[in-house]
């Protein structure tokens, strides 16, 4: 399989550290440091769909997400840097004063499209309408579907794991944990451990979508990237682990428990975890692996999503 074929965009290799919190030790793979302006699990991605995008001589690119995308953030100043116009949908309000990702997709002056959730159902006909009429322009537009999770897009997470071997020995991990929203940064996990044999389970806490569909969007895409890369891969379902239940005040929100073992780590680590994202996944990692075990042989994905803290500045203040 050709991992090459992509743009350079985030700090490689990012480190494994070795955290204690609450007296227990864990590694813990810190992917929210692929970058400032570019941080983020999002990057490793966008490597692969960027690279697409420029070969096709793209001049535009639609993406889409929250207001507080991680993902339509990255997008946005990653084609700057590329030269390449973007467009964003996404599913929130316009605020004036606007803060953490929205506040830097509004930076790079990019367009953005905003959508109500009943729209933004259908986000991507909406998208494939807008690139048709500049089509008929005579422009190319390159659409990157929610979350850069396509079969390009998730080799970036197969890298990851060659970069993981040559971090640590992984005999010493019996599984990775890590937050998944649109599924694509597990399944490329997914498949980066079945194409080196490695029996370590894939922990998904899912905060976006229901258990039954994430489960099928990461085994779709793993299964995806198999086919049409000829991997020849054996991908075993019962290698992935949905723990569900981290999500239930919805992905835009995050309840105050939750915000108080965030904010407890932070003081305990100095790592910061996300509302959307990370602070779920830790809550998941938290409840099966650091309460259990004395010993603990899972490893913690921190994805990123620094900026979304800003949207949230009051609740993380409260005490």
């Given at each position: 399989m050709n991992l090459t074929e992509k743009i350079s965009l985030a700090n490689l290799p990012t480190p494994v550290q070795e955290v204690i919190f609450e007296g227990r030790k864990f590694l813990i793979k810190r992917?929210?440091?692929t970058g400032l302006e570019l941080s983020?699990?999002?990057?490793r991605k966008l490597e692969y769909l960027l690279y697409q995008a420029k070969k096709e001589k793209a001049d535009y690119i639609f993406t889409c997400g929250g207001a507080q995308s991680n993902h339509a953030r990255a997008t946005a100043i990653a084609a700057?840097?590329?030269?390449?116009?973007?467009?964003?949908f996404l599913w929130g309000e316009d605020s004036r004063l606007s803060d953490g990702n929205l506040f830097l997709?509004?930076?790079?002056?990019t367009e953005i499209i905003y959508l109500n959730k009943k729209n933004y159902d259908f986000v991507n006909s909406i998208m494939q309408e807008e690139s048709e009429i500049l089509a008929a322009k005579g422009k190319h537009v390159f659409v990157i579907p929610e979350g850069g999770s396509t079969t390009s897009g998730i080799r970036g997470y197969i890298s990851f794991v060659d970069e993981l071997t040559k971090q640590i020995d992984l005999g010493i991990i019996e599984g990775i944990l890590v937050a998944a929203g649109t599924g694509g940064t597990a399944a490329g996990i997914l498949a980066g451990l079945a194409h080196h044999n490695l029996k370590i389970k894939v922990y998904a806490v899912n905060v976006l979508y229901p258990e039954d569909?994430?489960?099928?969007?990461?085994?779709?895409l793993a299964e995806g990237v198999n086919l049409e890369y000829k991997l020849n891969l054996k991908i075993n379902p019962e290698n992935l682990h949905i723990l569900?239940?981290?999500s239930k005040e919805g992905y835009k929100n995050i309840n105050k428990d939750k915000l108080e073992l965030i904010q407890k780590f932070f003081r305990e680590t100095g790592i910061l975890l996300d509302p959307a994202y990370t602070g779920k996944a830790f809550c998941g990692f938290y409840d099966n692996f650091i309460r259990k075990n004395k010993k603990i042989k899972v490893l913690?994905?921190?994805?990123?999503g620094l900026f979304g803290v800003f949207g949230k500045r009051?609740?993380?203040l409260s005490d």
């Open positions: 992917d929210d440091l983020g699990n999002k990057v700057l840097r590329l030269g390449i116009k973007t467009k964003l997709d509004k930076l790079t002056r569909v994430i489960k099928r969007k990461i085994l779709q569900d239940g981290y913690f994905l921190h994805t990123g009051r609740e993380y």
